[in-house]
């Protein structure tokens, strides 16, 4: 399996433009999870999914993100519009019993600069 | 509200001796605490799950303790090695959805 693959890696914007963040879960998984990670406040839960149903959104900072799970196998995050504190690194991860209850496989990450 | 602490000074030690991490939670009773290796660039990759009814647990050079009454978890790596230095997150959890990790520790192994 490829793992959990995210686009873009890179994505440098100016301020006020919609960033998409796009996600593709390992086959099989049922659960995915958005993270963001920065060196003040470290990795944090933005979301997750169960089944394609967002469970948590209580980590979404606020209006201008969004996310959805069209389907088992695709999800986005969205920021609109975008503003410089969002600059961070987004996480996708995904997990499934078939890998085992509790760990999570996280993707490489999209390195979001807003300028 | 629920707050993890990890050491936020890298821990350098010498190749061949045994890094100990520490984490410390407070405010949650997690079910189960589980340990991530992130690298830089990188996503983080699991390591071990511990649940509050076991003391430890060991995978290869890798064990780890959980007290529930202290309300911290101990990682160690013994036999350390220069390909063990990167960033150590634990992550304790109330259930088998949500994590919360810590910050993190960078161990850096030097020869």
């Known amino acids: 399996d490829a793992g959990v693959i995210q686009s873009p890696r890179h994505e440098v914007t100016e301020m006020g433009q919609e960033v998409t963040l796009r996600c593709k879960p390992i086959s099989g998984h049922n659960s995915l999870f958005w993270y963001r990670q920065t060196m003040m406040r470290g990795l944090e839960l933005l979301i997750y999914?169960?089944?394609?149903?967002?469970?948590?959104d209580s980590g979404m900072p606020e209006d201008r993100f969004s996310a959805k799970m069209p389907n088992a196998s695709f999800s986005t995050l969205k920021i609109q519009p975008s503003e410089p504190r969002d600059s961070a690194v987004y996480f996708c991860?995904?997990?499934?019993?078939?890998?085992?209850?509790?760990?999570?496989?996280f993707g490489p990450g999209t390195r979001l600069t807003v300028t | 509200s629920q707050k993890i602490e990890q050491n936020s000074e890298a821990l350098n030690i010498q190749e061949g001796k045994t890094a100990t991490l520490t984490c410390n939670y407070t405010n949650y009773s997690p079910a189960y605490l589980q340990w991530y290796r992130q690298d830089p660039g990188r996503g983080p990759v699991f390591l071990l799950l511990?649940?509050?009814?076991?003391k430890e647990k060991r995978k290869e050079r890798l064990k780890v303790t959980f007290d529930t009454t202290l309300k911290q978890s101990l990682f160690h790596i013994t036999a350390s090695q220069p390909a063990d230095s990167a960033t150590y997150l634990c992550?304790?959890?109330?259930?088998?959805?949500?994590?919360?990790f810590g910050t993190g520790t960078r161990l850096q192994v030097f020869p």
């Open positions: 511990i649940r509050e009814n076991e």
């Open positions: 992550a304790p959890s109330a259930g088998t959805d949500k994590l919360i």
């Open positions: 999914f169960n089944n394609n149903v967002p469970i948590d």
């Open positions: 991860a995904s997990r499934g019993l078939a890998g085992g209850l509790y760990e999570q496989y």
